[in-house]
């Protein structure tokens, strides 16, 4: 139990992390991933080396520091970290190691002058208040998805049962369970967790499930990475006919139940989760959908001709796409050339502002539109991001 003066403990380590918390959490990560081997597969070394694993949880335990007291003001913080704890199917023994290298680093990296047994006493109990949290989600959250029709816990056996490339770089792979069962259905805009063994390694990822949910089959669409451990393996490994562990849908970045107007803008691989949101918001007929895409060039282009089907098909569906440059090559005309402009948007957006917007692509993509939304009248909390990767915030 987390006393008033431990709080107020934590609340004063708050300038420490302010200044040093993406190098204790470094320090944090190397220290357990090298103790406890066992936890590396959790873990995406990429993130580790760019940074961006021990950005997006020193951000979230700075937010926690600043908020002990009033747990409310995190927001949708917890949700999204239990949605990726249950896609990579975390578990309750996974916290004890997580919570004693973290002590440990706060004791290394702060020195015992600051990170007295007050200090480290306070920072336990914060830990343990936070685990429990998680925990009892992620709990819920597993028997929910157990119980559901379709719904398993675990990792469940599936066969490709086909392959299909979709541009120059994403390739989707269509993976029906080995049981022959039914699937649970996702919502629109989740995503999975995928287990692999590569070289004798075990790795786990997430990657968005791109077309809406049938209750027989899931679909992933999956861009090569350059020196992507995972993405590569399934571009050059994976063949129809090859079986792969699957861990439940998990994720809340999905539609809401309003009647407003829906925009979704997508960058590169960023359409695959939009994709499977226009589809479903596009079948139940109820609200126009704006839709607007952005990649490098035709040849990278995902999805072109489901686009062009869709602009024949539904007359509430309005699309729009920009390459970063055309080439002799392109499969479809473009309706602009050039980077992300707030004049696309003006020219593209309804008249009406009052919609909800949902955006994803590359870190510096969603910073731009998240400004460029915010300038042009979407209402903030209208308008929705979702990361690939590990979290962080948009400036």
């Given at each position: ?106 004791r290394e990296v702060l020195g015992t002058a600051v990170a007295t047994d007050e200090v480290i ?84 990822r997430n990657y968005s499930l791109s077309e809406q949910a049938n209750g027989v089959h899931y ?38 139940d309003q009647a407003r107007p829906l925009v979704f803008i997508s960058g590169g691989v960023g ?125």
């Open positions: 139990m987390l006393t008033s003066a431990q709080r107020n403990i934590i609340k004063a380590t708050v300038p420490v992390l302010e200044t040093g918390g993406e190098a204790l959490i470094t320090h944090f990560y190397r220290l357990m991933l090298d103790t406890y081997p066992q936890v590396r597969p959790l873990f995406n070394e990429a993130h580790q080396v760019n940074g961006a694993q021990p950005r997006a949880l020193a951000n979230g335990v700075l937010m926690y520091a600043r908020n002990i007291d009033k747990l409310e003001n995190l927001g949708e913080l917890a949700g999204r970290i239990i949605n990726k704890h249950v896609s990579l199917q975390i578990l309750p023994e996974h916290y004890p190691i997580v919570g004693t290298c973290l002590l440990q680093a706060i006493a306070a920072w336990a109990a914060a830990y343990q208040q936070l685990a429990d949290i998680l925990i009892e989600g992620e709990a819920n959250a597993y028997d929910a998805i157990a119980a559901a029709p379709g719904g398993w816990r675990g990792a469940r056996s599936f066969r490709v049962a086909s392959k299909e490339v979709e541009s120059a770089e994403i390739t989707s792979f269509y993976l029906v369970p080995t049981d022959s069962q039914p699937v649970i259905k996702h919502a629109a805009g989740q995503y999975i967790g995928l287990r692999l063994m590569i070289d004798g390694q075990e790795v786990r679909r992933i669409s999956v861009k090569r990475e350059a020196g992507g451990v995972a993405s590569t393996y399934l571009h050059d490994h994976v063949e129809e006919g090859s079986l792969l562990e699957l861990f439940p849908p998990a994720g809340n970045f999905t539609l809401n359409i695959t989760p939009t994709l499977a949101m226009a589809a479903e918001a596009l079948e139940a007929g109820l609200r126009p959908v704006t839709f607007i895409h952005y990649a490098r060039n035709g040849q990278v282009h995902g999805f072109s001709q489901l686009l062009q089907a869709w602009r024949q098909r539904y007359p509430q569906f309005q699309c729009h796409v920009v390459y970063g440059q055309a080439t002799d090559r392109d499969a479809c005309t473009p309706d602009a050339i050039g980077m992300p402009s707030v004049a696309h948007l003006e020219a593209w957006l309804p008249a009406d502002r009052d919609v909800d917007a949902y955006f994803l692509g590359p870190t510096p993509f969603m910073e731009f539109m998240k400004n460029a939304l915010h300038d042009l009248g979407v209402p903030d909390p209208q308008a929705r991001h979702e990361f690939f990767g590990p979290a962080q915030a948009l400036a």
